[in-house]
């Protein structure tokens, strides 16, 4: 899979692409990243980026001419993949939009700056907008980093363990179980009987009621979309049964 990143701090994004699970699967071919920096397409002297908005108010706003020429330079015109602007305004980032995205060959990721870019960049250029929360950051780059690291980690061979994207929390639309190493006793504090026991099935049943647990107790939101299990609701029930918690802290619809 190939990705694109467009941004004018392309050094803000090389060392974090170089390290761990992003740069061994650059190593075994699984990806391809390449940076560009949007100041290369300027044609004035101080290499302008950035202009001031009609109409006034405070901050900057980045320039459609050195965006579009970079874009369009790299990847034709019109692009030869989808172009996504790194935006507060785009949909909000998750595990099924990661799901989409790894399963496409090549992906373009715009990294705005300032108060955003010229609007005309938004019409005519860009094929989506991703936001990774409700929050807004001082420009696109840390953004499309979440975005690539999210997505190599469900190529397939880009984890060492064939099933580890599928495991963590929100692929199964619940936040993962508890994990634990050695030693079996730290500072007093054990690790769960039932981890140590070889019973694999006993252990994965506990997986389970543990991540119902972790997802009822930390984001209910999330177990209701799910449509769980019979066992998976007496699970449920029985999680809720043995809390000590007021009666209007437990919901009654998860």
């Known amino acids: 899979m190939r990705f694109d990143i467009f941004t004018l701090f392309p050094e803000v994004c090389e060392t974090y692409l170089q390290t761990g699970i992003l740069e061994k699967a650059r190593q075994h071919n699984l990806v391809e990243f390449h940076m560009h920096n949007i100041r290369d397409w300027t044609y004035d002297r101080h290499h302008t980026t950035d202009d001031m908005p009609y109409g006034g108010g405070g901050g900057m706003v980045m320039k459609p ?10 990847l034709g015109s019109p692009p030869t993949c989808p172009v996504i602007l790194m935006s507060p305004q785009g949909r909000r980032f998750n595990h099924k939009i990661a799901e989409d995205l790894s399963r496409l060959p090549h992906i373009a990721l715009l990294c ?8 005309r960049v938004v ?14 950051l001082s420009g696109g780059e840390l953004p499309a980093l979440s975005i690539v690291d999210a997505v190599t980690r469900l190529i ?16 199964s639309g619940l936040l993962e179980y508890p994990h634990y190493t050695r030693p079996p006793e730290f500072r007093g ?10 019973n694999h099935a006993a252990i994965n049943r506990w997986r389970r009621e543990q991540s119902l647990l972790r997802t009822f107790l930390q984001r209910p939101d999330l ?3 799910q449509s769980l299990s019979a066992t998976d609701q ?16 437990i919901p009654d619809n998860v």
Not at 123 to 132: A, F, K, Y
């Open 189 to 198: 504090w054990k690790v769960p009987e039932i981890l140590l026991s070889g």
């Open 223 to 225: 177990l209701q979309a």
């Open 234 to 249: 007496k699970a449920l029930d029985q999680l809720k049964k043995s809390l000590d918690l007021p009666n209007e802290n």
């Open 65 to 74: 001419e050195p965006i579009f020429a970079a874009v369009e330079s790299v």
């Open 123 to 136: 019409e005519h250029l860009v094929n989506d907008q991703i936001s990774v929360g409700d929050y807004v």
């Open 156 to 171: 397939p061979g880009a984890l060492g363990d064939p099933d580890g994207a599928w495991d963590d929390s929100h692929a």
């Open 112 to 119: 705005g700056r300032y108060e955003g870019v010229d609007e």
